[in-house]
């Protein structure tokens, strides 16, 4: 038979609970990324930079980065400029799908427009299409 937990005292401060260090690690880089503090074509530290920067193992990075992407990091960084792109492309339709794929770190808009059709499932052109039809309905 097991104890039943104590109930905590009033007076009890609330105990704080600190993310782990591959947590805390995965979030600066989302951070850095997202925030657009790394450029596209800006190169992501290697893994010995990230382990002697937080002072870690391999293993703690290796963990941070694959929980934040259950991929490599160059997959996730083309990612994140696809979702980038993706968001351009709505907010921006007077430019073209050319300039937003190189504005965004591709060198070829052909490579942006396949890895683009594999993310989103349709062409970057008919996206762009699909979102002028949306914000025609929602006016």
């Not at 503090?37 to 290697?46: E, L, N, S, T, V």
């Not at 007077?94 to 504005?103: D, G, H, K, P, W």
Request: net charge positive.
């Amino acid at each position: 038979m097991t104890k039943p937990a104590p109930e905590p005292t009033p007076d009890a401060s609330p105990r704080v609970v600190r993310p782990t260090l591959h947590l805390q690690i995965r979030s600066n880089i989302e951070k850095q990324i997202l925030s657009g503090a790394w450029k596209p074509g800006h190169r992501i530290p290697f893994e010995h930079e990230l382990v002697q920067q937080y002072g870690c193992s391999r293993m703690t990075v290796n963990k941070a980065i694959g929980e934040l992407v259950n991929v490599g990091p160059m997959e996730y960084l083309n990612q994140c400029r696809l979702d980038r792109a993706a968001k351009q492309l709505q907010e921006q339709p007077q430019r073209s799908v050319t300039e937003i794929a190189f504005a965004n770190g591709f060198n070829s808009s052909q490579y942006f427009a396949t890895c683009f059709r594999q993310r989103y499932k349709m062409s970057p052109s008919r996206f762009v299409l699909e979102q002028r039809g949306s914000k025609s309905v929602k006016s």
